[in-house]
T-cell receptor, first 113, second 113 residues
């Protein structure tokens, strides 16, 4: 597809379970970003990839959160032992190069019961 | 650190009314400034941007001017339409370091016929 694709679009899980969120960036985009959108908190940066490396992980809220990117393309955000406060919309963005415009996917809405 | 403050919503207007959404920022140097829009059920879309002082970004009848002296980037539109109903996010990207975006908390705009 032409845009950033995220899956699943919605995920409901039980507290304590692990979840994986997937992001397919625009083909050829070298930079990839994960953000979290929570009620009342706005959009928070989580992690940034350049190629397969993550030079900036400063936004990950705890060690339960991790992410990887393979082949300079698809990225997976993993949340272990989910908590209710992890409920949010997780947004992925990509850009051709680090200083270029970021294009966003529609997000994954995570609900932890 | 960098931060963005924008007026809280919702902003409720009648069609053809004038719109202003205030945005101020804190950052060192000369950040780039952006307005993103999020329509219901969709991802963020770039609305306009400005990369240096006194630049005016414009798109779809919206405009914003980068004011270094007041550290502001207010969004304006002369005549809003029902289809402009969405959440608007002001954001900045630092002029050095990593290219992540720092967002405001978003302002919901509701336009009635």
């Amino acid at each position: 597809g032409a845009g950033v694709s995220q899956s699943p679009s919605n995920k409901v899980t039980e507290k304590g379970k692990d979840v994986e969120l997937r992001c397919d960036p625009i083909s050829g985009h070298t930079a990839l970003y994960w953000y979290r959108q929570s009620l009342g908190q706005g959009l928070e940066f989580l992690i940034y990839f350049q190629g397969n490396s993550a030079p900036d992980k400063s936004g990950l809220p705890s060690d339960r959160f991790s992410a990887e990117r393979t082949g300079g393309s698809v990225s997976t955000l993993t949340i272990q032992r989910t908590q209710q406060e992890d409920s949010a919309v997780y947004l992925c963005a990509s850009s051709l190069n680090p200083r270029d415009i970021q294009y966003f996917g529609a997000g994954t809405r995570l609900s932890v019961l | 650190g960098n931060s963005v403050t924008q007026m809280e919503g919702p902003v409720t207007l009648s069609e053809e009314a004038f719109l202003t959404i205030n945005c101020t920022y804190t950052a060192t140097g000369y950040p780039s400034l952006f307005w993103y829009v999020q329509y219901p059920g969709e991802g963020l879309q770039l609305l306009l941007k400005a990369t240096k002082a006194d630049d005016k970004g414009s798109n779809k009848g919206f405009e914003a001017t980068y004011r270094k002296e007041t550290t502001s980037f207010h969004l304006e539109k002369g005549s809003v339409q029902v289809s402009d109903s969405a959440v608007y996010f002001c954001a900045l990207r630092a002029d050095s370091g990593y290219s992540t975006l720092t967002f405001g908390k978003g302002t919901m705009l509701l336009v009635s016929p």
